[in-house]
């Protein structure tokens, strides 16, 4: 089956650092599209970023992503983290199961901790 | 925009009981999940609806009976509840792959089992 493998547990940075949150995945479809969804604290999941274009690189609220189909990864990307994108992030990859129905599969999260 | 929503918000429950959780949306959506929620674990999808009256499992369906009666609406029942378990409970409506695929989320139930 599918499978989405992310940083594990918790990352930690300072405010005003880099930061990267690793995706990776393995499917068998070949119609999908690769999600990243943020959660904050006592919220629901809401996505981040959206992408189903090889090598393109997508944005959104200082976060940024690229799919690479040939190394199958999909890592979020921010240059200077915010104390406010401390949350939990979810990498996702949604195939087409055929009569134009989505099927999700998650990454196990990754906590991000953005320090003073 | 819509919603989802779900009730309740909070369920305390006794070891083998049966319990039941609701999910409506107003997005018009085809498609709803739920999902359980675990620390470490990432989101495992329970049961998803294609439609009104469809049921689909999902990966972690044992344990578990689901309802789609309307197109708004759909209902999670956990058919025996596990002593001391704890579990948020999420559940989403999505649009078409050919649209973006994307899911929306409620806020979660969040069961807890004396």
């Known amino acids: 089956g599918d499978s989405v493998t992310q940083t594990e547990g918790l990352v930690t940075v300072t405010e005003g650092l880099p930061v990267k949150l690793n995706c990776t995945y393995q499917?068998?479809?070949?119609?999908?599209?690769f999600f990243w969804y943020v959660q904050y604290l006592n919220e629901a999941p809401q996505v981040l970023l959206r992408?189903?274009?090889?090598?393109k690189r997508t944005e959104h609220q200082g976060f940024h992503a690229t799919l690479h189909k040939s190394s199958s990864s999909f890592h979020l990307q921010k240059s200077s983290a915010q104390l406010s994108d401390s949350a939990l992030y979810y990498c996702?990859?949604?195939?087409?199961?055929?009569?134009?129905?989505?099927?999700?599969?998650f990454g196990h999260g990754t906590i991000l901790r953005v320090h003073p | 925009g819509g919603i989802i929503t779900q009730t309740p918000k909070f369920l305390i429950g006794q070891e083998g009981q049966k319990l039941t959780l609701k999910c409506q949306q107003n997005?018009?959506?085809?498609?709803m999940y739920w999902y359980r929620q675990d620390s470490g674990k990432g989101l495992r999808l329970i049961y998803y609806?294609?439609?009104?009256?469809?049921?689909q499992k999902g990966d972690l369906s044992e344990g578990y009976d689901a309802s789609r009666e309307k197109k708004s609406s759909f209902s999670l029942t956990v058919t025996s509840a596990q002593k001391n378990e704890m579990a948020v409970f999420l559940c989403?409506?999505?649009?078409?792959?050919?649209?973006?695929?994307?899911?929306?989320f409620g806020e979660g139930s969040k069961l807890t089992v004396l």
């Open positions: 996702a990859l949604s195939v087409n199961t055929g009569a134009n129905t989505g099927k999700l599969t």
């Open positions: 992408s189903s274009t090889d090598n």
């Open positions: 997005f018009n959506h085809d498609t």
């Open positions: 989403a409506s999505s649009t078409p792959p050919s649209n973006t695929g994307q899911l929306y």
């Open positions: 499917t068998t479809y070949l119609t999908i599209a």
């Open positions: 609806s294609i439609t009104e009256n469809d049921l």
